[in-house]
């Protein structure tokens, strides 16, 4: 059953409900929609889990939108084991350490089987865009049933910095089961070919490095370690000087360092101090390639940096993709390098970004290695989920193919899978130090944001009437003295000696009216009495 993941793109969360317990698998964070505001991130509601059925939760990658929620779940489960690979270990333990949250785990290596009571899960290593990315195997005691759970990957055959996706093991293992099913990830399912391999941006990448442009800034995912390894290896080779700027790409490096995916040290780095005065060619690489807004990049970008300010002659890589949603942030940023006179450059002009997500071609590699009996399209928007679906039918057809949504079972019975629905809970706000946030107070935000506000003080003994606004036109000051006479009139008159809800309500009232009159609009009113 997905808590997360299915009809959007994060917050991806999984139950493997057994007869006797409850594995978890991911627990991720979205990023919120632009009609919730400035806050963090939003969650799976986790008030469906059962805390005295779950002892474990297992992590496939250290993505966001797998591990963004496991401090709140930890919160709420501190006794879950959670089984991880050594970098996503420490990626976990560097976020949750400044919670000071401590947890138990398990490390995992992939092809090893880990034994639940329900189920046997066997983590199958799988091509993605981030170090030791887990695919699972998940299959009963009896082998009646055999399920392959894939939410990110991309068959990448050629690849050199990792071993391509092992299709023959997952045939192996699923051969035996009676049943089969998969649930395989949706994301970039509108993409017709093959999805790149990560191989083949060298090339570009190279020829971008060797230009003779003395400061080259580049962005990319923090995460995708293999593309920072090859970057500053060719920045070396050209004697270009590396310097990071953004805190999520120095964390992602310590934690590849740690646990062994890279080589390159942040203490033999220049510091962006340093590197004004350097005389030799330079290449800044920041994190922020989505145009966050306390993000490395978009400080740059918009001349708020104090080491570097864009000019004339920098050359401005991108080497990523816009991720929906983001375009008007992105777009807003390649405007800004464009006015400070800097050079753009995109995967749209350059090869320089490989998506970690199966394109149809991808899909296909996996189902011609292994044809299941059943099929869920997960980790995708509802259209991608659909566009799935159709391509699945289309090219396997004997392959019983549904489209579901959070909340719903997928049940294994005997032959067949049945489909049990269970009311859908909505996901919980997260902002400011960690606090949910309920949805009526976004929508009273909203209205504050959208309509601005009075506040209005009345003192009973003494007859002190005080009027003040937030975000209101200028204007509406030279407006306030003629309000203040028409409520104290009404204070003086009728409402003098009603009870006091019945005086605010009228105040409120009168207020929102007078406003409406001249604004078209009615402000959030607040009346205090004393
Ligand atoms: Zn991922």
Known sequence: MPLGGVDEIGSNMTLIKGPQEDIIIDCGFLFPYEESFDINYLIPNLSSLDPART?????????????????HLLELIPHLTVYVTPFTHQLIEKK????????????????????????????????????????LIIRTKNLSW??????????DLKSQHEA??????????????HKTVFFIDSTNVISDGKTPSENELQHDLAEIIQRPEKRIFLTLFASNIHRLNKIVELANANDRKVIILGRSLRTYLEAARESGHTEINLE???????????????????????????????????????HFKPTYGDLVVFSSKVIPGNEKKI??????????????????????????????ADLKLLLEAFRPHFYFPIHGESYMLKKHQEFILANFPEVKVNVFHNY??????????????????????????????????????????????????????????????????????????????????????????????YIKDQLKISTRQYFNHFLGYKPVTEVHLN
């Open 55 to 71: 002892k474990s939760i297992i992590i496939t990658h250290g993505h966001e939108d797998h591990i963004g929620g496991l401090s």
């Open 96 to 135: 949750l350490a400044e919670k000071k949250i401590r947890f138990q785990y398990q490390i995992y290596r992939p092809d090893q089987e880990i034994a639940f009571a329900d189920v046997n899960i066997t983590p199958i290593q799988v091509n993605h865009s981030i170090p030791e990315t887990n695919g």
């Open 146 to 155: 055999g399920a392959l759970y894939i939410s990110d990957f991309k068959v």
């Open 164 to 177: 391509p996706m092992n299709l023959k093991l997952i045939s192996d293992l699923l051969r035996p089961c």
């Open 268 to 306: 033999d780095l220049y510091t962006p101090e340093q590197a004004k005065n350097l005389n030799s060619k330079v290449l800044v690489l920041l994190s922020g390639c989505q145009g966050d807004f306390h993000s490395a990049l978009r400080r740059f970008s918009f001349g708020e940096d104090p």
């Open 331 to 360: 777009y807003r940023i390649y405007n800004k390098l464009t006015q400070f006179g800097a050079d753009v450059i995109t995967a749209s002009d350059y090869l320089i970004h490989a998506s970690g997500h199966p394109g149809k």
């Open 408 to 501: 719903q079972e997928a049940i294994l019975s005997d032959e067949e899978i049945l489909i049990n629905h269970h009311p859908v809970m909505e996901p919980i706000l997260i902002h400011g130090l960690g606090l949910e946030i309920e949805r009526s107070q976004i929508s009273q935000r909203r209205k504050l944001a959208t309509q601005g506000a009075v506040f209005i003080s009345y003192n009973r003994k003494n007859n002190g009437l005080e009027i003040s606004t937030l975000g209101l036109p200028i204007l509406v000051e030279s407006r306030l003295e003629q309000l203040k006479k028409n409520l104290s009139q009404m204070l003086l008159g009728d409402l003098q000696h009603r009870a006091e809800s």
